[in-house]
């Protein structure tokens, strides 16, 4: 409408296939990343895909068949009406949710991936983005310093490998678990999701059977714009995660190293062998001390010699 007026005013401005290529153009580069995306997340390349369906309207554009080509190899299958597919199947859903449609299963899944907060600010996943539900997995974790009675388990939801660059989803403490030294007591962590898409996290010591758990039913109160930031946040940052990521492990690798040289004295101890612990000793002082070290700088590249020298050490005491 134009301002003082009543009247509707028409506008028919013929446009010439390449101008409205032109016009279009953003809109049909914007298919390129969830076809992508799709492809990755099932796994699959172009020579994996039988049939491309093109659905909805705006597929009758040939920049957008060409496109679409372009990404999966494949023309697009014409026996189908686009402009009615999404209604044919939203009916079948609706009818499968009732019960009046039978032989159909509808699989719901996780729309971005599970985990919890781990030493050095790593977010550990259990159940990666898009695994079907309802799903359950469980994994061993230990403790981090010696002689702990308790642990806190932070559940986190999203794709970044640092646990602060996530969304938390809550947490609780597990307590009363076997004092010992770092590295020793085994504490189970599972977690299952329900049909309904409700997360119940779980942590046991698998020596005491001390447990304890949380149930979570907002996991996916996510919106869908938030969900697609947190993925594209982690295609962006891909590089810097990835360094951060192994950073992380070699100092999780040296951690366990540590835990390794210093069982296998306290074993010898424990034996009695005073020959063989006095060989150990005199072996593992400057490795470990240089870990230790390395451990409380931020050179990864110290951190990662550190842990190859201790690691060559340990094996050349348990070949003797």
């Known amino acids: ?21 032109e016009l279009t153009v953003h809109l049909v580069e914007a298919t390129k990343a969830p076809v992508q995306q799709a492809m990755e997340d099932a796994h699959i390349t172009q020579n994996d895909i039988g049939k491309v369906l093109l659905v909805g309207g705006s597929t009758r554009i040939p920049a957008v068949q060409a496109k679409v080509k372009s990404l999966t190899g494949k023309d697009g299958f014409k026996g189908i009406n686009p402009d009615e597919c999404v209604a044919v199947g939203a009916a079948l859903q609706g009818g499968v949710l009732i019960g009046e ?36 997995k469980s994994k061993v974790f230990t403790t981090a310093a010696p002689f702990q009675s308790s642990v806190e ?4 939801q999203g794709e970044r490998p640092r646990a602060s660059q996530n969304k938390s989803l809550g947490k609780f403490r597990l307590k009363g678990i076997r004092r010992a030294m770092a590295g020793v007591p085994q504490i189970e962590v599972t977690f299952t999701i329900d049909a309904n898409g409700i997360v119940n996290v779980a942590a046991r ?8 758990d949380i149930t979570i039913e907002t996991s996916s109160n996510m919106s869908e714009s938030e969900i697609t930031d947190a993925i594209k946040d982690a295609e962006k940052y891909a590089g810097e995660d990835k360094k951060f990521r192994e950073g992380r492990e070699t100092r999780s690798k040296l951690r366990g190293l540590i835990i390794q040289a210093e069982e296998i004295e306290r074993k010898l101890i424990k034996e009695k062998n005073k020959d063989e612990f006095k060989k150990a000793r005199a072996l593992f002082k400057e490795p470990i001390k240089a870990a230790n070290t390395a451990l409380r ?22 070949k003797e």
């Open 1 to 21: 409408m134009i301002k003082g007026s009543i009247n509707p005013v028409h506008l028919n401005l013929p446009l010439s296939r390449q101008q409205f290529d």
């Open 101 to 136: 449609v039978k032989g159909l299963v509808l699989i719901d899944v996780t729309p971005l991936s599970l985990g919890i907060e781990t030493v050095g600010d790593m977010c550990t996943r259990l159940i990666e983005r898009n695994t079907a539900i309802p799903i359950s």
């Open 153 to 156: 388990i932070k559940v986190l």
């Open 205 to 212: 010591d698998l020596k005491t059977g001390k447990a304890q």
């Open 297 to 318: 700088g931020k050179d990864d590249d110290a951190i990662s010699v550190a842990a190859s020298i201790l690691e060559h050490t340990i094996s050349e005491f348990n």
